[in-house]
């Protein structure tokens, strides 16, 4: 039987539930000239329902959102076919040592506890981690593939 699309509006309490357990999504920055440029990206989300991505202070993922904070990320299901939303927002990016929380609430909620999180917090500070923040502002429904329902 063939799949019919769905598009399913959320309110924000839906919507962080929906991306609570989803940690994949493709992240789209500005380049300077003002076209897209998107990444693929594991995510998750803070205390404050903002979503969060690790990374480094040199990417270009951080220095597109320095430059302007206007960001979008499609947070993907694990399967393809899964349902997925767009969700727009502001950018903030944190470096050492301002992100080094950050990333320790972003470990815990993607992967759970860590087994030592000294050790990690010494990772990210060794390695220089930054963390983006993402404030959301909109977001579209949350969506599945298919044919068009009519």
């Known amino acids: 039987m063939p799949r019919t699309a769905t598009a399913d509006k959320v309110d924000r309490d839906e919507l962080l539930e929906f991306l609570r357990s989803r940690h994949r999504a493709v992240l789209t920055t500005f380049?300077?000239?003002g076209s897209p440029q998107m990444f693929p990206v594991t995510c998750g989300l803070d205390a404050e329902g903002n979503i969060v991505v690790s990374t480094?202070?040199?990417?270009?993922k951080s220095h597109n959102a320095r430059r302007d904070p206007r960001v979008s990320v499609c947070v993907l299901s694990d399967d393809w076919d899964?349902?997925?939303v767009q969700v727009d927002?502001?950018?903030?990016v944190l470096d050492m040592p301002e992100a080094l929380?950050?990333?320790v609430e972003y470990y815990r909620g993607i992967a759970g506890e860590h087994p030592d999180w000294n050790e990690y917090r010494e990772a990210m500070?060794?390695?220089n981690k930054s963390l983006i923040?993402?404030?959301i502002e909109r977001w579209g429904p949350v969506a599945t593939g298919g044919f068009p329902p009519a």
Do not use: K
């Not at 480094?56 to 270009?60: M, S």
């Open 89 to 92: 927002g502001r950018a903030e």
């Open 125 to 127: 500070a060794r390695q």
């Open 133 to 135: 923040r993402i404030r």
């Open 82 to 84: 899964g349902p997925y």
């Open 56 to 60: 480094y202070p040199q990417r270009a």
């Open 31 to 33: 380049r300077a000239d």
């Open 101 to 103: 929380d950050g990333l």
